[in-house]
Nanobody, 123 residues
Framework: VQLQAYGGGLVQAGDSLRLSCAAS????????VGWFRQTPGNERAFVAA????????NYADSVKGRFTISRDNAKNTVYLQMNSLKPEDTAVYYC?????????????????WGQGTLVTVSS
């Protein structure tokens, strides 16, 4: 599967932004999907994930209650709705996929990655 993330941009603190990740392939529904983010000098950090089966989700504590991951299998697209954005949410955001995965927080579980999209939140 090939992934392409988009939707990043410059916003102010408190604003909302929705990231999208378009996937190729006819079996996209059987992939767990995740969002990770990375800032300069730091490792890629887990943000949110959704299992392929039953659509169970899990979130990093830092975004819980503010971010929502969702997917539209008919459109082969994953979304990350980000509300109440904070300057510390500034990062390059990556989407990832894992065949029949459960939605792991470990980036090493994901075999497919999209290019990043930059989100900048000004104070």
């Amino acid at each position: 599967v090939q992934l392409q993330a988009y939707g990043g941009g410059l916003v102010q603190a408190g604003d909302s932004l929705r990231l999208s990740c378009a996937a190729s392939g006819r079996t996209f529904s059987r992939y767990a999907v995740g969002w990770f983010r990375q800032t300069p000098g730091n490792e890629r950090a887990f943000v949110a994930a959704m299992a392929w089966r039953l659509g169970s989700t899990n979130y990093a504590d830092s975004v819980k209650g503010r971010f929502t991951i969702s997917r539209d299998n008919a459109k082969n697209t994953v979304y990350l709705q980000m509300n109440s954005l904070k300057p510390e949410d500034t990062a390059v955001y990556y989407c990832a996929a894992h065949w029949t995965g459960w939605g792991s927080r470990d980036s090493r579980e994901y075999g497919y990655w999209g290019q990043g999209t930059l989100v900048t939140v000004s104070s």
